[in-house]
């Protein structure tokens, strides 16, 4: 059939070109998952889920939340969210791409721009493809390019509102946003700040609310639950009226079946731990303060030391992915990101430090990294 024949000639070319992915089992020490805080296989976790299931909360959910698939836990789960992040509302969907697509492809009106820093995930450019709205990139982090774009949209003419769409901590780059003057850029333009909180949830920001925390300006925040959260899901947290459209609208959240009410419950335990209990964050962090100073010990080539993720910029492919596979022949789980995930010629290891590793296993791989990436000179 053609199409076959279509598509082996695609995946051959990526194989030549060393872009072509297959699915791995997970082996050696984990410096690729997002589990920053080592909750996923946590005994903390395990031991609420069995109390849970022994007061019947289902695994399942059976249906959409408009129909039959709305249960308590849902529902606790979004009010002690509001009540953490601090904001009016909340919405559980089931992953944080199906929120993005909810925020961009619902909220914004045609009328409106939707200002997005260059480097924002996929899931925000589906939403924006999805939607009404006219959308403009700015440069990755340059405060002053969003300035003058929205000096240009409202000088032709542009009457809507503004949103500005950004992550706070870069996931492959590992940087992290300057909110601040984002926020003060925001309330002067009487724009919506939408932060994509993924990757600072649980580590940053007070009890790991977010680096968006507290900032002046009106908010939207999503907290993705798969990562440092340890579970799984997406967490849409802003003004009630917003939250009430995206139920009322968005078709990510409409036609989809619930998330697991089991995972509600899960995630309302962790909500609560991060609450109590501040050694999980400070672990984290100290963590990540160790990963920096063993990269800066040897002097890691084009490394960005801002967050827990750690990326090193080597270019080529196939270098790129030599490396990884030498890296996780000795033990360590370091995958090789190439493109379309990062732009062309920026082929890159991103080391995680997450909760499933120690001190010594950071020093170990940093000094094997060093020897790897000496004999590649």
Wanted: net charge neutral; charged share 20%; proline share 4%.
């Amino acid at each position: 059939m053609k199409a076959h024949h279509r598509l082996d000639a695609m995946l051959a070319t990526l194989t030549k070109r060393h872009r072509r992915r297959s699915l791995t089992a997970a082996q050696g020490l984990d410096f690729a998952s997002n589990d920053y805080l080592g909750l996923a296989r946590s005994e903390f976790l395990a031991d609420t889920a069995r109390n849970a299931l022994a007061r019947e909360v289902p695994v399942g959910s059976g249906g959409s939340r408009l129909l039959r698939g709305n249960h308590p836990e849902h529902e606790a789960l979004e009010q002690s969210a509001a009540r953490f992040f601090q904001s009016e509302a909340a919405l559980f969907m089931g992953g944080g791409f199906q929120a993005n697509q909810a925020i961009f492809s619902t909220l914004p009106a045609a009328e409106d721009l939707i200002l997005y820093d260059a480097l924002v995930h996929a899931s925000a450019h589906e939403g924006m493809r999805l939607g009404r709205a006219e959308a403009r990139a700015f440069k990755h982090n340059d405060v002053e390019d969003a300035r003058r774009i929205l000096e240009e949209w409202r000088a032709k003419g542009g009457t809507g509102q503004i949103w500005i769409a950004v992550e706070s901590v870069y996931s492959m780059e590992g940087d992290l946003a300057p909110l601040t003057a984002l926020a003060d850029m925001a309330v002067a333009f009487d724009a919506i700040l939408v932060v994509d909180e993924a990757h600072a949830t649980g580590l940053f920001g007070p009890s790991g609310r977010g680096l968006a925390h507290g900032l002046e300006a009106e908010l939207v925040t999503l907290h993705t639950c798969g990562k440092g959260l340890g579970v799984a899901g997406g967490l849409i947290c802003g003004p009630r009226v917003m939250i009430d459209t995206l139920i009322n609208r968005a078709r990510p959240f409409i036609f989809a079946t619930a998330p697991s009410p089991l995972n509600a419950a899960l995630l309302r335990a962790v909500l609560e731990r991060l609450q109590c209990e501040a050694t999980l964050t400070q672990s984290a962090v100290s963590r990540m303060h160790f990963a920096h100073a063993c990269a800066r010990r040897i002097g890691l080539p084009n490394a960005s030391l801002n967050s827990q993720i750690i990326p090193i910029i080597l270019g080529d492919d196939a270098l790129t992915m030599r490396i990884a596979s030498e890296l996780q022949a000795h033990g360590f789980d370091v995958r090789g990101i190439r493109p379309p995930t990062v732009p062309r010629g920026t082929s890159r290891l991103r080391i995680s430090v997450t909760g499933n590793v120690s001190d010594a296993d950071i020093t170990a791989l940093f000094d094997i990294l060093s020897n790897q990436l000496k004999a590649a000179a």
